[in-house]
C-alpha cells in the first residue's frame, strides 16, 4: 500500500488540517489552503493510491499465515511501510490509516486502508486544536488535589493525538404499528371505605415515521489476551473513550478527503454493516415504539401487545468522528481520557495519590486532636 504526505507546494513542508481556521497550513512559510485546493493538488496522486492494492494483499496474506500458526491478530497485527518523506521504516497496526513518522515527524496516510470498498462516505474535521484540546483537560484537573505529581506535565501533553474513530450512522424510513391496552385508574374515599376503579382500552396507532442518524461503532473490541494485552487493551479503551464523548454535530460533516487526516491519525473500520443488521433493526424498533407510545397520554399505564413495521428505505453512512486522546499509566493501570475534537465534551476518570490524601487526612486529624484539645483545656 503506497504513503502519502501532502507538502507545501511552496516550500516543501508538511502540510496539516488547521481546526482553528479549517485550512491546510504549513508550519514553516505558514502558507493556507482550503480544502478544495488540497483536493485539487492531490487528486492525483489520492486516484492513484486508490488503485495500489498489492500491500492490502500482501497484509491479508500475513493475516491468514498467522491465523494458521494460531496468532489471530485481528486488526492489530504489525504491519510496515516506508516514509515517503525520510524513507523510514514506518511500523502500523492493520487497522491504522494515518499516523506520523516518528524520524521525520512528517503525517503520513496509508490511503489504500481507506480505497474502494472501505472508502468513508464522509468526516467530521477537527474543530478543536491541541492547544485549546488541553486548557479543555486542564480545566476538568482545576481544583483536584490529589492528582499524582507529574499527571498534569507538559510531558504528558506531548503525548495527546487526535484520531479519526469509524462510526456508522443509519437513517431508516419506516411504517410502524402499534397496539397496547392503556389502563386509567381513578380513586376516592367513602366514609371508611377507599376505591379504586380501573378503566382498560385497546390503543392502535401506525404512522410512517423517519429515524435519523442511528450511531453504531464501527471499530471492534477485542478479548484481552495475556500475551498481547497492551495492543487489545488499547483497541478496548478507544472504543470506551469514543462513546462517552458522543454526541456529534453532523451538520458539520463534510464528503471525504484523504487530506482531512493528514496531521492526525485515524482507525478504519472493522466491522461490517452485516454484523450490525440485527443491532440497529431492534434499536430503530426501540426508537418507533417510543414515538407511538408517546402519543398516547393520559394514561396511568400502557402494555404493548403488538408492533410491527415495514421499512422502505434504509441509508448507511461510514464517518470518521474526530477525538482527541491521552492515556495515562497508574499503579499498572491504563487510564483513557477523551476530548470531543468538535465539541469540547470530556471523558476520563481522574487518579488519586493515596499519598497525598493520606498527608492531607493526617493534617486534618492532627489539627482536629490539637483544637479538641484546647477546648477541653478551657473547662479545666
Given at each position: 500500500?503506497a504513503?502519502?504526505?501532502?507538502?507545501?507546494?511552496h516550500?516543501?513542508?508538511?502540510l496539516q488540517f488547521?481546526p482553528?481556521?479549517?485550512?491546510?497550513?504549513?508550519?514553516y512559510c505558514f502558507?493556507s489552503?482550503?480544502?478544495t485546493?488540497?483536493?485539487?493538488?492531490?487528486?492525483?496522486?489520492?486516484?492513484?493510491?486508490?488503485r495500489?492494492?498489492r500491500?492490502?494483499?500482501?497484509?491479508?496474506?500475513?493475516?491468514a499465515?498467522?491465523?494458521?500458526?494460531g496468532?489471530d491478530?485481528?486488526?492489530?497485527?504489525?504491519?510496515?511501510y516506508?516514509?515517503?518523506?525520510?524513507?523510514?521504516?514506518i511500523?502500523?497496526?492493520?487497522?491504522?490509516?494515518?499516523?506520523?513518522?516518528?524520524?521525520c515527524?512528517?503525517?503520513v496516510?496509508l490511503?489504500?486502508r481507506?480505497s474502494?470498498?472501505?472508502?468513508?462516505?464522509?468526516?467530521?474535521?477537527?474543530?478543536?486544536?491541541k492547544d485549546?484540546a488541553?486548557?479543555?483537560?486542564?480545566?476538568m484537573?482545576?481544583r483536584?488535589?490529589f492528582?499524582?505529581k507529574?499527571?498534569?506535565?507538559?510531558r504528558q501533553f506531548?503525548?495527546m493525538?487526535?484520531v479519526?474513530f469509524?462510526?456508522?450512522?443509519v437513517?431508516?424510513?419506516?411504517?410502524s404499528?402499534?397496539v397496547?391496552?392503556g389502563?386509567?385508574?381513578?380513586s376516592?374515599?367513602s366514609g371508611?371505605?377507599?376505591y379504586t376503579?380501573?378503566?382498560?382500552?385497546?390503543?392502535?396507532?401506525?404512522?410512517?415515521?423517519?429515524?435519523?442518524?442511528?450511531a453504531?461503532?464501527?471499530?471492534?473490541?477485542?478479548e484481552?489476551?495475556?500475551?498481547?494485552?497492551?495492543?487489545?487493551?488499547t483497541?478496548?479503551?478507544k472504543q470506551?473513550?469514543?462513546?462517552?464523548?458522543?454526541?456529534?454535530?453532523?451538520?458539520?460533516?463534510k464528503?471525504?478527503?484523504?487530506?482531512?487526516?493528514?496531521?492526525f491519525?485515524?482507525?478504519?473500520?472493522?466491522?461490517?454493516k452485516?454484523?450490525?443488521?440485527?443491532?440497529?433493526?431492534?434499536?430503530?424498533?426501540?426508537?418507533?415504539?417510543?414515538?407511538l407510545?408517546?402519543?398516547?397520554?393520559?394514561y396511568s399505564r400502557?402494555s404493548?401487545e403488538?408492533y410491527?413495521?415495514?421499512?422502505?428505505?434504509?441509508?448507511w453512512?461510514?464517518t470518521?468522528?474526530?477525538?482527541w486522546i491521552?492515556?495515562?499509566?497508574?499503579?499498572g493501570e491504563?487510564?483513557?481520557?477523551a476530548?470531543n475534537g468538535?465539541t469540547g465534551?470530556?471523558y476520563g476518570?481522574l487518579?488519586i495519590?493515596?499519598?497525598?490524601v493520606i498527608?492531607?487526612?493526617?493534617i486534618?486529624?492532627?489539627a482536629?486532636f490539637i483544637l479538641?484539645?484546647?477546648?477541653?483545656?478551657l473547662?479545666?
Open positions: 500500500m504513503t502519502l504526505n501532502y507538502k507545501c507546494p516550500c516543501g513542508g508538511p488547521n482553528e481556521n479549517q485550512k491546510f497550513t504549513c508550519e502558507s489552503f482550503t480544502d485546493e488540497v483536493q485539487q493538488m492531490y487528486s492525483e496522486r489520492e486516484q492513484q493510491q486508490t495500489d492494492e500491500e492490502v494483499e500482501q497484509a491479508e496474506q500475513k493475516k499465515q498467522a491465523a494458521q500458526q496468532e491478530y485481528g486488526d492489530d497485527y504489525p504491519v510496515s516506508s516514509c515517503p518523506s525520510c524513507g523510514a521504516e511500523i502500523t497496526t492493520a487497522s491504522t490509516a494515518a499516523t506520523h513518522c516518528v524520524y515527524h512528517n503525517p496516510v490511503g489504500g481507506l474502494g470498498e472501505f472508502k468513508p462516505d464522509s468526516v467530521i474535521p477537527f474543530a478543536i486544536d485549546k488541553v486548557d479543555v483537560f486542564m480545566n484537573c482545576k483536584k488535589r492528582l499524582p507529574g499527571f498534569t506535565s507538559s506531548e503525548k493525538q487526535g479519526y469509524p462510526y456508522w450512522y437513517d431508516e424510513q419506516m411504517r404499528s402499534l397496547a391496552i389502563e386509567k385508574e381513578r376516592w374515599t371508611d371505605q377507599e376503579e380501573t378503566s382498560t382500552y385497546h390503543l392502535f396507532r401506525t404512522g410512517d415515521i423517519m429515524i435519523k442518524n442511528v453504531e461503532n464501527a471499530l471492534k473490541i477485542t484481552e489476551n495475556s500475551e498481547k494485552s497492551e495492543i487489545k487493551v483497541r478496548k479503551t470506551e473513550m469514543l462513546s462517552c464523548v458522543h454526541p456529534f454535530d453532523l451538520s458539520k460533516q464528503p471525504f478527503s484523504m487530506s482531512y487526516l493528514s496531521g491519525q485515524a482507525e478504519k473500520r472493522d466491522i461490517e452485516q454484523e450490525l443488521t440485527n443491532v440497529i433493526a431492534q434499536r430503530m424498533d426501540d426508537y418507533a415504539q417510543t414515538l407510545k408517546d402519543t398516547m397520554k393520559g400502557i404493548v403488538n410491527n413495521d415495514q421499512t422502505f428505505n434504509q441509508d453512512r461510514y470518521l468522528l474526530p477525538v491521552v492515556t495515562y499509566k497508574f499503579k491504563i487510564m483513557p481520557f476530548i468538535q465534551k470530556t476518570k487518579p495519590a493515596l499519598g497525598k498527608g492531607i487526612s493526617a486534618i486529624a492532627a482536629v479538641v484539645t484546647l477546648g477541653g483545656m473547662f479545666l
